[in-house]
């Protein structure tokens, strides 16, 4: 069973602080993890993917197998970054490849 | 840039009434999927669709849902009869392989059953 975890549904940080959203996901076989965003009424969007190893919007995100977690950060919040964000695991090679989505984190920069 | 559409944006129906949820995925994608989120819960997975069958479904998915693909462009969920529960927002998405990954979402469909 694939499972994914954002512990916190809240983060609020000023302008200019840093933020990090974690995700912890469980899964016997090889992942495939991902940050969506959605922005206010706007379409779940991709930021990352671990795959990439790339830094969207400044924001970067490691897997750390060893710990099973996907923490997703940036050094400097802007306050465009308020949105919800998802933190999601695919199975590696699997059919249909589906996504499991954590329960998401919204995040509150303030001015 | 292309985009994942979905309509009807807002759909009110009775409980027992059937209700059909259109997507259009993008052109040239293989994989189709329907999502949907209850108010305040996690995004679930409902349903795979590949080559013109259902390569996965989810214990939600059961007899009251299908998928279509009647005319190579539109991809629908149906819901036989609606309870309660079924009120969600359904996201349809797709993928254009299963190398890519990347699952592109539409806006979503907002299903209140009363």
């Known amino acids: 069973a694939q499972r994914v975890t954002q512990p916190e549904k809240l983060l609020s940080v000023f302008k200019g602080a840093p933020v990090e959203l974690k995700c912890n996901y469980s899964?016997?076989?090889?992942?495939?993890l991902f940050w969506y965003v959605q922005y206010s009424r706007q379409r779940l969007q991709l930021l990352l993917r671990h795959i990439s190893r790339e830094s969207i919007k400044g924001f970067t995100a490691d897997l750390n197998k060893g710990e099973t977690s996907f923490h997703l950060k940036k050094p400097f919040a802007q306050e465009e970054d308020s949105a919800m964000y998802y933190c999601a695991l695919s199975a590696a090679g699997a059919a249909g490849n589906k996504l499991t989505f954590g329960g998401g984190t919204r995040v509150l920069v303030k001015p | 840039e292309p985009e994942v559409t979905q309509t009807p944006s807002h759909q009110v129906t009775q409980m027992g009434q059937e209700v059909i949820l259109r997507c259009v995925p993008i052109s040239n994608h293989l994989y189709f999927y329907w999502y949907r989120q209850i108010l305040g819960q996690k995004v679930e997975f409902l349903v795979s669709f590949y080559n013109n069958e259902i390569s996965e479904k989810s214990e939600i998915f059961d007899d009251q849902f299908s998928v279509e693909r009647p005319d190579g462009s539109n991809f629908t969920l149906k819901i036989r009869s609606t309870k309660l529960e079924d009120s969600a927002m359904y996201f349809c998405a797709s993928l254009l392989t299963r190398g890519g990954k990347t699952q592109y979402f539409g806006p979503g469909t907002r299903l209140l059953v009363l």
């Open positions: 899964y016997s076989g090889s992942p495939e």
